[in-house]
């Protein structure tokens, strides 16, 4: 079965410009997850879908916005870019909302993203 | 808050040598963890879990235990190689409404021949 799968794989923007990142998940999976990964650190939570509504969210400016597709496939939009912006992007499935055993959540290869 | 504290790298061992890398946690709750790891320009690849406490989770020869009086998490293996050159982070998550994963900041690992 196929992984994770994310796409562009590297992009590079100009400062304030807007991106749009894609994810899906691995099939049956429900729930998919953002992050973000700035170099040297670790990945920092941004959103959470779960039946294409929105379940959690990180502390991420409103330039940050997810949606997530009746086929559990998701996009990630960060407008107005800033340097600071520049990282990793991780996108995650797992099959339920609600884990009361620590259900796993699978990362796909990521999105490099470079804002100059 | 939820946080996780991982051993500062860089790490360098030799092929063969012993592994321990240290986790701590704070959580007001019973999290699960989780050690993922990440090669070179890749992303995240799951290594272990544990569910609970004085759960083991293994895999790959490594392995930790769920200490929970200790708060911690601590990664192990017997004998590097190579091929075990990579970050690895440790993780939790928190039985909240969201299934979000607080991570450390990773610890990098070389081993050298």
């Known amino acids: 079965d196929a992984g994770v799968t994310q796409s562009p794989t590297h992009l590079i923007k100009t400062r304030g410009q807007q991106v749009t990142l894609r994810c899906s998940p691995i099939s049956g999976h429900k729930s998919v997850s953002w992050y973000q990964q700035v170099l040297g650190q670790g990945p920092q939570f941004i959103f959470q879908?779960?039946?294409?509504?929105?379940?959690g969210r990180g502390n991420f400016p409103d330039r940050f916005s997810a949606r997530q597709f009746p086929n559990y496939s998701s996009e990630l939009n960060v407008n107005a870019l800033l340097l600071g912006d520049s990282a990793l992007y991780l996108c995650?499935?797992?099959?339920?909302?609600?884990?009361?055993?620590?259900?796993?959540?699978?990362f796909g290869p990521g999105t490099r993203l470079l804002v100059l | 808050g939820d946080s996780v504290t991982q051993m500062e790298g860089p790490v360098t061992l030799s092929e063969e040598a012993f592994l321990t890398i240290n986790c701590t946690y704070t959580a007001t709750g019973y999290p699960s963890l989780f050690w993922y790891v990440q090669y070179p320009g890749e992303g995240l690849q799951l290594l272990l879990k544990a569910t609970k406490a004085d759960d083991k989770g293994s895999n790959k020869g490594f392995e930790a235990t769920y200490r929970k009086e200790t708060t911690s998490f601590h990664l192990e293996k017997g004998s590097v190689q190579v091929s075990d050159s990579a970050v690895y982070f440790c993780?939790?998550?928190?039985?909240?409404?969201?299934?979000?994963?607080?991570f450390g900041t990773g610890t990098r690992l070389t081993v050298i021949p």
């Open positions: 993780a939790l998550t928190y039985q909240t409404g969201a299934n979000n994963l607080f």
């Open positions: 879908y779960y039946e294409k509504e929105e379940r």
């Open positions: 995650a499935s797992s099959s339920r909302q609600q884990r009361p055993q620590g259900e796993t959540q699978y």
